[in-house]
């Protein structure tokens, strides 16, 4: 997921798509080996480029790769045994992945229940129109409200999300 996460960023999901299919080719190799971190390692550089990253994900990437190696960012078992704030403090250290694409694997990839990704601009718009605001509440403010949703922070973001899709008469119930 986070090498996933790595080759979508600041890419449109159709580009992306592509290019994630050519990298993991690239990876694995006509053996179709697994994606572990030493293949990562053993790929050249200038494949992965040409697979379609830019210089910066193809870094990103195998600093990934190293981390995992070295045990900074453990496989899936290691993760389930540390808690939120282990694993986003291990998994920030690679290079080009911020404390949102790990709110993002603990919601999604982890079914952590309380996660509230307080940065991520659909929950604080969804948040703004839920509660009529006239701007959006900073993340600190969102974090502060968001302590009542606790040990459910995941489920309130997931409903903060999905409230920006809904149309307005649906919203104004809501606030009755």
């Known amino acids: 997921m986070l090498l ?5 960023q600041s890419v449109s999901t159709k580009a992306a798509t592509t290019i994630h299919a050519r990298v993991v080719d690239t990876i694995r190799g006509r053996r179709q080996a697994p994606l572990a971190p030493e293949r990562v390692l053993k790929c050249s550089k200038d494949k992965l480029r040409e697979a379609g990253l830019s210089w910066a994900k193809v870094e990103a990437m195998r600093d990934l790769a190293r981390k995992t190696r070295d045990g900074i ?19 920030v250290q690679v290079r ?11 919601i999604f990839s982890l079914g952590r229940p309380d996660v ?16 009529g605001l006239d701007e ?36 104004l119930g809501m606030r009755d």
Do not use: C
């Not at 960012?73 to 998994?91: K, Q, Y």
């Not at 080009?96 to 603990?106: F, K, P, S």
């Open 4 to 8: 996933r996460s790595i080759v979508f």
């Open 136 to 171: 959006m509440p900073t993340p600190k403010a969102l974090l502060a409200y968001g302590e009542r949703w606790a040990p459910y922070r995941s489920v309130a973001s997931w409903y903060l999300w999905r409230s920006t899709e809904l149309p307005e008469d649906i919203i």
């Open 73 to 91: 960012v453990p496989e899936r078992e290691g993760l389930a045994r540390l808690s939120d704030r282990e694993i986003i403090d291990r998994i």
């Open 116 to 131: 509230l990704p307080a940065t991520d601009l659909g929950v604080r718009k969804g948040f703004a129109r839920v509660y």
């Open 96 to 106: 080009g992945i911020g404390q949102w694409t790990v709110e993002m694997l603990l």
